[in-house]
């Protein structure tokens, strides 16, 4: 509601501009916990129909193909956590090669590079259990 306040918008517009996509396939509403808050914040993420159409009119989706095949929520960290890096006029690259066989969520780049790892699932050791020549200033591993 303060966000419509503040876009000088009722109430009802943003909920009825997302019902045409919605309705049509392009889009699905999901929900999601973020933070302490106890509230869901709600997000439209495209449907592989809606990707399809925008691809078809010229637009990148490949942010989210990834979304695809990995949790909603992972993907959402792994932007917020970008583009807060953004903000501070730090270069970065999302699912980003860091050797052939390895991605990192987030590589924030200025002179040094910092590889950031997103884990909400199981304990995330494992992943990089196997010693790797990554030439890297920090690698930081962000749990939700």
């Not at 009802?12 to 019902?19: G, I, N, R, Y």
């Not at 999901?30 to 990707?51: H, N, P, Q, Y």
């Amino acid at each position: 509601m303060a966000r419509c306040q503040s876009l000088g918008l009722s109430v009802w517009k943003p909920e009825l501009a997302k019902t045409e996509p919605v309705n049509k396939g392009l889009a699905k509403e999901i929900g999601a916990k973020l933070g302490k808050s106890k509230r869901l914040t709600k997000f439209l993420v495209l449907t592989e129909l809606g990707s399809k159409l925008l691809r078809k009119a010229g637009y990148d989706t490949g942010l989210w193909k990834r979304t695809g095949y990995q949790n909603f929520k992972h993907q959402l960290y792994s932007v917020l956590i970008a583009y807060a890096y953004k903000k501070v006029g730090q270069q970065f690259f999302i699912e980003k090669a860091v050797l052939e066989e390895r991605l990192v969520d987030v590589l924030v780049s200025n002179g040094k590079q910092t590889a950031i790892e997103v884990e909400l699932g199981p304990p995330w050791w494992y992943t990089y259990s196997k010693p790797a020549s990554i030439s890297l200033a920090t690698l930081s591993i962000t749990t939700a």
